[in-house]
Protein backbone atom coordinates (compact mmCIF):
# COMPACT_ATOMS: atom_id res chain seq x y z
CA UNK A 1 0.00 0.00 0.00
CA UNK A 2 1.41 3.27 -1.31
CA UNK A 3 1.09 6.11 1.62
CA UNK A 4 2.53 9.81 0.95
CA UNK A 5 2.24 11.45 5.18
CA UNK A 6 3.43 15.12 5.11
CA UNK A 7 3.82 16.94 8.59
CA UNK A 8 5.97 19.70 9.70
CA UNK A 9 2.88 22.35 8.93
CA UNK A 10 1.76 24.75 11.27
CA UNK A 11 1.35 28.34 12.53
CA UNK A 12 4.15 30.70 11.96
CA UNK A 13 4.67 34.56 12.03
CA UNK A 14 5.97 36.40 8.89
CA UNK A 15 9.25 35.94 8.27
CA UNK A 16 9.53 32.32 9.93
CA UNK A 17 10.42 29.24 8.84
CA UNK A 18 9.12 26.35 8.47
CA UNK A 19 10.81 22.54 7.05
CA UNK A 20 7.57 20.38 5.84
CA UNK A 21 8.27 16.14 5.17
CA UNK A 22 7.49 14.19 2.84
CA UNK A 23 7.58 10.63 4.49
CA UNK A 24 6.75 7.51 1.75
CA UNK A 25 6.29 3.70 1.66
CA UNK A 26 5.38 1.88 -0.76
CA UNK A 27 6.87 3.08 -4.20
CA UNK A 28 10.48 3.08 -4.78
CA UNK A 29 11.18 6.21 -3.90
CA UNK A 30 14.68 6.47 -6.37
CA UNK A 31 12.34 5.96 -9.66
CA UNK A 32 9.56 8.57 -8.39
CA UNK A 33 9.70 12.25 -9.26
CA UNK A 34 8.75 14.41 -6.24
CA UNK A 35 7.09 17.74 -5.58
CA UNK A 36 4.70 19.87 -3.22
CA UNK A 37 1.91 21.47 -4.44
CA UNK A 38 -0.15 23.96 -2.24
CA UNK A 39 -3.89 24.98 -2.16
CA UNK A 40 -5.39 28.54 -0.65
CA UNK A 41 -8.94 28.82 0.20
CA UNK A 42 -10.72 29.44 -3.00
CA UNK A 43 -7.94 28.90 -5.27
CA UNK A 44 -6.64 26.15 -7.41
CA UNK A 45 -3.59 24.41 -6.61
CA UNK A 46 -0.66 25.58 -7.36
CA UNK A 47 3.39 24.07 -7.76
CA UNK A 48 5.58 24.91 -5.74
CA UNK A 49 8.58 23.12 -6.19
CA UNK A 50 9.40 19.54 -7.96
CA UNK A 51 12.75 17.62 -7.42
CA UNK A 52 13.10 14.65 -9.97
CA UNK A 53 14.44 11.56 -9.35
CA UNK A 54 17.63 12.35 -10.29
CA UNK A 55 17.73 15.71 -8.35
CA UNK A 56 16.73 18.17 -11.10
CA UNK A 57 14.61 21.10 -9.20
CA UNK A 58 11.80 23.44 -10.27
CA UNK A 59 10.55 26.03 -8.72
CA UNK A 60 6.88 27.86 -8.57
CA UNK A 61 8.14 31.74 -9.23
CA UNK A 62 6.61 32.94 -6.24
CA UNK A 63 8.94 30.73 -4.04
CA UNK A 64 11.98 31.08 -5.63
CA UNK A 65 14.83 32.13 -3.28
CA UNK A 66 12.90 31.27 -0.30
CA UNK A 67 11.62 27.68 -0.69
CA UNK A 68 14.23 24.93 -0.94
CA UNK A 69 13.73 21.24 -1.91
CA UNK A 70 15.57 18.59 -1.22
CA UNK A 71 15.32 14.39 -0.90
CA UNK A 72 16.80 11.71 0.55
CA UNK A 73 16.74 8.56 -1.55
CA UNK A 74 18.18 6.29 2.06
CA UNK A 75 15.23 7.57 3.80
CA UNK A 76 12.38 7.49 1.18
CA UNK A 77 11.43 11.03 1.88
CA UNK A 78 10.89 14.66 0.43
CA UNK A 79 11.45 18.01 2.23
CA UNK A 80 10.60 21.49 1.53
CA UNK A 81 12.79 24.45 3.77
CA UNK A 82 10.46 27.18 3.88
CA UNK A 83 12.30 30.28 4.95
CA UNK A 84 10.77 34.17 4.87
CA UNK A 85 7.41 32.98 4.80
CA UNK A 86 4.35 35.59 4.07
CA UNK A 87 0.98 35.36 4.75
CA UNK A 88 0.23 34.71 1.28
CA UNK A 89 2.24 31.24 1.70
CA UNK A 90 -1.31 30.34 3.60
CA UNK A 91 -2.52 26.66 2.43
CA UNK A 92 -2.68 23.27 2.48
CA UNK A 93 0.50 21.86 1.45
CA UNK A 94 0.49 18.39 -0.56
CA UNK A 95 3.37 16.09 -1.29
CA UNK A 96 3.11 14.17 -4.98
CA UNK A 97 4.99 11.26 -6.07
CA UNK A 98 5.14 10.85 -9.84
CA UNK A 99 7.03 7.64 -11.40
CA UNK A 100 9.52 8.64 -13.68
CA UNK A 101 8.33 6.59 -16.58
CA UNK A 102 5.98 4.65 -17.46
CA UNK A 103 3.04 4.20 -16.42
CA UNK A 104 3.75 7.03 -14.52
CA UNK A 105 2.03 6.39 -11.39
CA UNK A 106 0.84 9.25 -9.47
CA UNK A 107 0.17 9.56 -5.92
CA UNK A 108 -0.62 12.21 -3.63
CA UNK A 109 -0.25 12.82 0.55
CA UNK A 110 -3.26 14.59 2.31
CA UNK A 111 -1.52 17.73 3.05
CA UNK A 112 -0.99 19.71 5.97
CA UNK A 113 -1.92 23.16 6.93
CA UNK A 114 0.51 26.03 7.01
CA UNK A 115 -1.04 29.36 7.96
CA UNK A 116 1.45 32.29 8.06
CA UNK A 117 0.17 35.07 10.36
CA UNK A 118 1.24 38.67 9.61
Known amino acids: QVQLVESGGGLVQAGGSLRLSCATSGIIFSVYDMGWYRQAPGKQRELVAT???????NYGDSVKGRFTISRDNTKNAAYLQMNSLKPEDTAVYYCDAKERSWPRRDYWGQGTQVTVSS
Open 51 to 57: ITSDGGI
